[in-house]
Structure formats: C-alpha cells, structure tokens
T-cell receptor, first 115, second 115 residues
Framework: DVKVTQSSRYLVKRTGEKVFLECVQD?????MFWYRQDPGLGLRLIYF???????EKGDIPEGYSVSREKKERFSLILESASTNQTSMYLC??????????????FGPGTRLTVL | QQQVKQSPQSLIVQKGGIPIINCAYE??????FPWYQQFPGKGPALLIA?????SEKKEGRFTISFNKSAKQFSLHIMDSQPGDSATYFC??????????????FGTGTSLTVIP
C-alpha cells in the first residue's frame, strides 16, 4: 500500500514564525504536491514537484516555498506565518502514467492554526 | 478562478437514495476526470475516474456520467449507505508527458446519508 505521511496532524504557531511541514512517501513517486483545503474552496494547489530539486508554482504559491532534496520528501515552508494561512494542509504523491491517468495518494493532512 | 465548478456544496439523502453531484469545466484540454472521496480525519482517496471518450463508467454502486458537449460530469451513488457519508471532490487534469498531471479540484460536496 502506498503510504504518504505528514510530520504533524495538528500544529499551532504564532504570527511571524517560520513553519515547516514535512511530507514523506514510500512509493518512489516522481510527483509530489502540496494543497490547502478550506471549507467552500476545496483543494487548492500551492506547489508541486515532478523531480528532485524541481518545483512548480500552483494556484496559490504566495507566502509559501518548498524544498525537495530527496525523492521521497517534500517540505512546505511558511517563511513568516500569518493568520490567513490557518488551514488544513494536504500532501499528495503520484507517479506519471503514459495514459495520463495518474492517481494522487494523499496524506492525512496537517491542521495548522496560526495565532 | 475555479477551473472545475462543483455543486451542491452539501447533500442529505435517506439510505437507499441516489445522491447526484455535478461538476462543470471550461477547459476542453482536460482529458481525465477523477472523483475523490474523503472521510473525516483522512486525506482524499481516488474513488472512480473517467476519460472523455466514454459517456458512462460504473464501479459497484458508483457511476460517473459524462457529457462532453456540455462539459459536465456527475457522480451518482446507487443505493446509498450511511458509510458513504463523506466529502466528494471532482477533479480534472491535462496529460503532461513531461511532468505528470496537474489536477484541478472542485470545491467539494459534503454528503450525509441518513439511516
């Protein structure tokens, strides 16, 4: 079974703090993604990575950065956390298929509260 | 802007009913349309998916209907059960041979099936 793990289920941080969210997958997937999930807004892509050290901006990259130094690990960084970044953060991984029918495997999520 | 529009936001049905969730898109380049199911406290998981060259796909009690000309697709759950209570996300993606697919998710539908 594919397993995507996220470092914390719940996190509480103060405004202005630097926050690291870690994601690890064990299926040797090339692609990894960070989404945030907010009520009424669905899943919005922050960043994705299709290879080690490669990254692409998603729909809402402002205020975030990412790091992928190893294939299995994808980190999301909030350089200076703000209250509007309070949200559920979901990591996902996938392996590209020739037919284009990728399946994204999601972690359980990290609920981040910024006070 | 939202690339995939999903409705309704929430749905309550009696056990045995047939909830229908609708999604619409504009980008005709989309070529893969999955549905994801999310239970509380878990990440989303792939439920069923369809390509635009077929009009319907069934897997067990779950059916996707696809209308290419109208750029709409919907999920039907036959003989719904309380265990189907979850949030459902439709999605669309464009095949990329170089980077893997980027998914665009709908805003989600919270389904409650009453015993």
């Amino acid at each position: 079974d594919v397993k995507v793990t996220q470092s914390s289920r719940y996190l509480v941080k103060r405004t202005g703090e630097k926050v690291f969210l870690e994601c690890v997958q064990d299926m040797d997937h090339e692609n990894m993604f960070w989404y945030r999930q907010d009520p009424g807004l669905g899943l919005r892509l922050i960043y994705f990575s299709y290879d080690v050290k490669m990254k692409e901006k998603g729909d809402i990259p402002e205020g975030y950065s990412v790091s992928r130094e190893k294939k299995e690990r994808f980190s999301l960084i909030l350089e200076s956390a703000s209250t509007n970044q309070t949200s559920m953060y979901l990591c996902a991984s996938s392996s590209p298929t020739l037919a284009g029918a990728d399946t994204q495997y999601f972690g359980p999520g990290t609920r981040l509260t910024v006070l | 802007q939202q690339q995939v529009k999903q409705s309704p936001q929430s749905l309550i049905v009696q056990k045995g009913g047939i909830p229908i969730i609708n999604c619409a898109y504009e980008n005709t380049a989309f070529d893969y349309f999955p549905w994801y199911q999310q239970f509380p406290g878990k990440g989303p998981a792939l439920l069923i998916a369809i390509r635009p060259d077929v009009s319907e796909k069934k897997e067990g009690r779950f059916t996707i209907s696809f209308n290419k000309s109208a750029k709409q697709f919907s999920l039907h759950i036959m003989d719904s059960q309380p265990g189907d209570s979850a949030t459902y996300f439709c999605a669309a993606s464009i095949t990329s041979t170089s980077t893997g697919n980027q998914f665009y998710f709908g805003t989600g539908t919270s389904l409650t099936v009453i015993p």
